[in-house]
Each structure stands twice: as structure tokens, then as C-alpha cells.
């Protein structure tokens, strides 16, 4: 049982670059999610999703997209890189109701130069 | 909108001395949930104990206890007897919505435990 599985773990972008950071779940979860995580900030919500085929924003969604077209995959794509979105990014899933708590990935460390 | 406050940058306890992380929220929903979770210098994200605003016992797991009190709006991780590898960043968080669609974070308390 994987759980929450994240690619890659590390990323250097250029400035003006597109990338899609990968994350799937093997539990069978409804709910899935992104955030990154900066120094002094905590971890931010980035977008969120309930199920196949529906997404909403979270606290930071600018210069980010994402799309759910399985219950088991939740990529999140960064459109044009800005050195602003120098971050670690972790994306977590959980089971209905959200009091089971929620599991996370390992995390992508992505630098944009 | 639901605000998670962690008042404390750091935290400095010796082994086998108990530690309280202080926790303030701040919600407008009356069902709602609250976590911690653990992140050593590794980076991962260990979930360590919840607790939904309309259970009548505090929770607890093992050496962590969570101090809910709903009328002060606050819920204070407690851990007894620390060890050394409690040595980590503590984060509070809520469900972002009754339905518990993802979590709102605080910035974090980072604790040291020393021998």
C-alpha cells in the first residue's frame, strides 16, 4: 500500500517554464489536495478536490491549475514558473468526512531560478 | 473564514519533561475538526491526534493529549514525558470546511527537546 505517492522530488525550473507535479493515491479517496509549504508560513492551500471532476481554490491558487479526472490522480500545474513559486509542495488525501486525518506525500522541493 | 494561530516560534523542553503547544482557532462553523501534525527535519508529515468539536472527551494518543477547550477557542497539544526525537515542527490545522474538503494550516511552533 503506497499511499500517497508524489513525483518528482526535486525540481529546477527557469523562470517562464511549465511543469506538472504529480501526485496519486492508492486508498481510494475522495478528497485530495495541494499546498506549499514556506519558511515562517506554515503549510498554504493551493487548490482542493472532492472528487473526480471537481475542484475549488484554496488560499494561494494564482499561477496554479489543476484537474481531476480520476479519484486516484490530482496533478497541479504550474502554467509559468516564477521564482515566487520556489517552494516545497506536499499533496495529501483523505478519506470523507476528514476526521480520519489526512495523509500526506513526501513532497516536491521545486526551485525556479 | 477559518484562522489557525500558533503563537509560539519555538519551544525549548528537556527529556522527560512535559511540553503544552499552544493552538487558537477561529471558525464560524459549529461542526468542525482540528489536527495536529508532526514534521521532523525529514520533512513528512505525521498525523498525531484530532479532535471534532462535538466530542465530549479531550483526545488522546499514546504521550500526546490534546487540551480542547471550545469556549476558549483554543486546542493545545500536550506531550508527556518528550523524547528526543519530539525534536520537530508541531503544526495545528482545521478542516476547511464541515465536510472536511482539506485543512487550513498554522505557521507552526518548532520544538527542541534536549538531554
Known amino acids: 500500500n503506497a499511499g500517497v505517492t508524489q513525483t518528482p522530488k526535486f525540481q529546477v525550473l527557469k523562470t517562464g517554464q511549465s511543469m506538472t507535479l504529480q501526485c496519486a493515491q492508492d486508498m481510494n479517496h475522495e478528497y485530495m489536495s495541494w499546498y506549499r509549504q514556506d519558511p515562517g508560513m506554515g503549510l498554504r492551500l493551493i487548490h482542493y478536490s472532492v472528487g473526480a471532476g471537481i475542484t475549488d481554490q484554496g488560499e494561494v491558487p494564482n499561477g496554479y491549475n489543476v484537474s481531476r479526472s480520476t479519484t486516484e490522480d490530482f496533478p497541479l500545474r504550474l502554467l509559468s514558473a516564477a521564482p515566487s513559486q520556489t517552494s516545497v509542495y506536499f499533496c495529501a488525501s483523505s478519506r470523507q468526512g476528514g476526521s480520519y486525518g489526512y495523509t500526506f506525500g513526501s513532497g516536491t522541493r521545486l526551485t525556479v531560478v | 473564514a477559518q484562522k489557525i494561530t500558533q503563537t509560539q516560534p519555538g519551544m525549548f523542553v528537556q527529556e522527560k519533561e512535559a511540553v503544552t503547544l499552544d493552538c487558537t482557532y477561529d471558525?464560524?462553523?459549529?461542526?468542525?475538526?482540528l489536527f495536529w501534525y508532526k514534521q521532523p527535519s525529514s520533512g513528512e508529515m505525521i498525523f498525531l491526534i484530532y479532535?471534532?468539536?462535538?466530542?465530549?472527551q479531550n483526545a488522546t494518543e499514546g504521550r500526546y493529549s490534546l487540551n480542547f477547550q471550545k469556549a476558549r477557542k483554543s486546542a493545545n497539544l500536550v506531550i508527556s514525558a518528550s523524547q528526543l526525537g519530539d525534536s520537530a515542527m508541531y503544526f495545528c490545522a482545521m478542516k476547511k470546511t464541515q465536510a472536511g474538503t482539506a485543512l487550513i494550516f498554522g505557521k507552526g511552533t518548532t520544538l527542541s527537546v534536549s538531554s
Open positions: 479532535q471534532g468539536s462535538y466530542d465530549q
Open positions: 471558525t464560524s462553523d459549529p461542526s468542525y475538526g
